[in-house]
Nanobody, 121 residues
Framework: QVQLAEAGGGSVQSGGSLRLSCLVS????????MGWFRHAPGKEHQGVAS???????QYADSVKGRFTISRDNAGNTLSLQMNSLKPEDTAMYYC???????????????WGQGTQVTVSS
């Protein structure tokens, strides 16, 4: 069974950058459709970015031009480069995987434990 472990969260000031990574174990990342999601207190789970098995990428409108999702098949990792961070990006960030392409819908089967991102103004 595939397992996911996020890392790279932290606290930054508005305008700063962070890079999240998701280490995939138990299977090969290229076998899965992958996504990044975030959950802030009082808000719904939101799809941030997704990448399918063929490299097609989708972003939420709120992060387009600021976030970049990438997959490293050799390293078996998924990454999310976040630039120009805003206070509204503050949330717990999760990576997710599935053999079905759910894109930005939070229906993935496998989830990591999450990593906290806090952006101060």
């Amino acid at each position: 069974q595939v397992q996911l472990a996020e890392a790279g969260g932290g606290s930054v000031q508005s305008g700063g950058s962070l890079r999240l990574s998701c280490l995939v174990s138990g299977d090969t990342v290229s076998n899965y459709y992958m996504g990044w999601f975030r959950h802030a207190p009082g808000k719904e789970h939101q799809g941030v970015a997704s990448i399918d098995r063929f490299g097609n990428i989708q972003y939420a409108d709120s992060v387009k031009g600021r976030f970049t999702i990438s997959r490293d098949n050799a390293g078996n990792t998924l990454s999310l480069q976040m630039n120009s961070l805003k206070p509204e990006d503050t949330a717990m960030y999760y990576c997710a995987a599935d053999r079905i392409n759910y894109m930005l819908l939070p229906r993935y089967t496998y989830w990591g434990q999450g990593t906290q991102v806090t952006v101060s103004s």
